[in-house]
């Protein structure tokens, strides 16, 4: 079986750009979330969507947002990107939002702001 | 509001040797505990968890943690390192919330 899926691998942009990221859950996930990894950090929380609902939100700005597809992949939209947007993007997916449930982290999209 | 510490940047030990990571934890409610790894350009591979029961959780790749409550400690173990078990280790938490929350994370180096 596939593991959870990201693209692209690598993007660079430019300061007031914007970008679109790409997740494709583990086949019967239904629940996906979002996670910024800074460099020398650990992951931060960004948004989780189940079933296409957000069922939550970290605390980042309105610059970003993300979207379920009724096939349960998922994209991350990042409006007039700043340079400390450079980071590490990763998409985990679950069979749905409980605590107890695992997530399955896909390789994440590392993005460059110049 | 739920919290995780690491308290060691870095760990370093020889192969063979024992190998301990730090965790420590902060949660209003019932703790779910977890710990990944990371290689280089790499995602996170999930390692072990602690949801309710016995204290002492095994995983993969020989790896095991203890769950202390009076402690709030979820520090992870392996009995003999490998070279190749030098990686980035993230410990993490959930309580009732959705969202897993992550320590700042622990280098592991294992020498020859």
């Known amino acids: 079986d596939a593991g959870v899926t990201q693209s692209p691998t690598h993007l660079i942009k430019t300061r007031g750009q914007h970008v679109t990221l790409r997740c494709s859950p583990i086949?019967?996930?239904?629940?996906v979330s979002w996670y910024q990894q800074v460099l020398g950090q650990g992951p931060q929380f960004i948004f989780q969507?189940?079933?296409?609902?957000?069922?939550g939100r970290g605390n980042f700005p309105d610059r970003f947002s993300a979207r379920q597809f009724p096939n349960y992949s998922s994209e991350l939209n990042v409006n007039a990107l700043l340079l400390g947007d450079s980071a590490l993007y990763l998409c985990?997916?679950?069979?749905?939002?409980?605590?107890?449930?695992?997530?399955?982290f896909g390789p994440g999209t590392r993005l460059t702001v110049l | 509001a739920q919290s995780v510490a690491q308290p060691e940047d870095q760990v370093n030990v020889a192969e063979g040797n024992p190998l301990t990571v730090k965790c420590t934890y902060s949660?209003?409610?019932?703790?779910?505990l977890f710990w990944y790894v990371q290689y280089p350009n790499r995602g996170l591979q999930f390692l072990l968890k602690?949801?309710?029961?016995?204290?002492l959780v095994k995983g993969s790749y020989g790896f095991e943690a203890e769950f202390n409550k009076s402690q709030t400690s979820f520090h992870l173990k392996k009995p003999s390192a490998l070279v190749s078990d030098s990686a980035l280790y993230f410990c993490?938490?959930?309580?009732?919330?959705?969202?897993?929350?992550f320590g700042a994370g622990t280098t592991v180096t294992v020498r020859a």
């Open positions: 985990a997916s679950s069979l749905g939002p409980g605590p107890s449930l695992l997530q399955f």
């Open positions: 086949s019967g996930h239904k629940s």
């Open positions: 969507y189940y079933e296409k609902e957000e069922r």
């Open positions: 949660v209003s409610g019932n703790p779910y």
């Open positions: 602690y949801i309710t029961g016995d204290n």
């Open positions: 993490a938490v959930r309580d009732n919330d959705y969202k897993l929350s």
